[in-house]
């Protein structure tokens, strides 16, 4: 089993909706959780960052973490085309440890 | 402009053949990083350094080295490259609290 799961995807919604993307994970020592966006030919891009659990919100962007249920969350409220990316979630058990990516999930945005 | 810089952007090389792809950082940051992205397995840490002279393995650390002589520069070395580290290779680096974090634009490197 991988510390690290997530939905592969390809995930389509039209512009406007709402966006969920979630990661389940193994290791109850993680404190850290992290969502990055990739672009195709690009390298990763930090989206959020967040310590130990409960919500934090930064423009359109929303990430969650439920601890008890090793489960983490991004929503994208207001979905636009430029959205359209790979959205990888990562955590770690500390700042300075090693950091375990899930595998990623294909978002596209339809016009 | 915050950067973290790769060379080469593309390499093909030969089964065997030392090769080094060198990375490097503008921000000072104390934490950098390799990872190799392959298809349907996301990205994958190789090693990381926590400060100079300081690195330790991640998940997939078999095959290679990195050094830490400088806090800028954290350089990968493939001494014997093999057909099975053909991928896609990001450096990256971040601050301490890890709320900084940067990659560099990738190396795609083939092993033939």
């Known amino acids: 089993q991988k510390e690290v799961e997530q939905d592969p995807g390809p995930l389509s919604v039209p512009e406007g909706a709402i966006v969920s993307l979630n990661c389940t994970y193994s290791n109850s020592a993680f404190q850290y959780f992290m969502w990055y966006r990739q672009y195709s030919r690009k390298g990763p891009e930090l989206l959020m960052y967040t310590y130990s659990s409960g919500n934090k919100e930064d423009g359109r962007f929303t990430a969650q973490v439920d601890k008890s249920s090793k489960y983490i969350s991004l929503f994208i409220r207001d979905s636009q085309p430029s959205d359209s990316a790979t959205y990888l979630c990562?955590?770690?058990?500390?700042?300075?440890?090693?950091?375990?990516f899930g595998s990623g999930t294909r978002l596209s945005i339809r016009p | 402009e915050a950067q973290v810089t790769q060379n080469p952007r593309y390499l093909i090389t030969v089964t065997g053949k030392k090769l080094t792809v060198t990375c490097s950082q503008n921000m000072n940051h104390e934490y950098m990083s390799w990872y190799r992205q392959d298809p349907g397995l996301g990205l994958r840490q190789i090693y990381y350094?926590?400060?100079?002279?300081?690195?330790d393995k991640g998940d997939v650390p078999e095959g290679y080295k990195v050094s830490r002589k400088e806090k800028r520069n954290f350089p990968l070395i493939l001494e014997s490259p093999s057909p099975n580290q053909t991928s896609l290779y990001f450096c990256a680096s971040k601050s301490r609290g890890g709320e900084t974090q940067y990659f560099g634009p990738g190396t795609r490197l083939l092993v033939l």
């Open positions: 990562a955590m770690s058990e500390s700042s300075a440890s090693k950091i375990i």
């Open positions: 350094s926590m400060n100079v002279e300081v690195t």
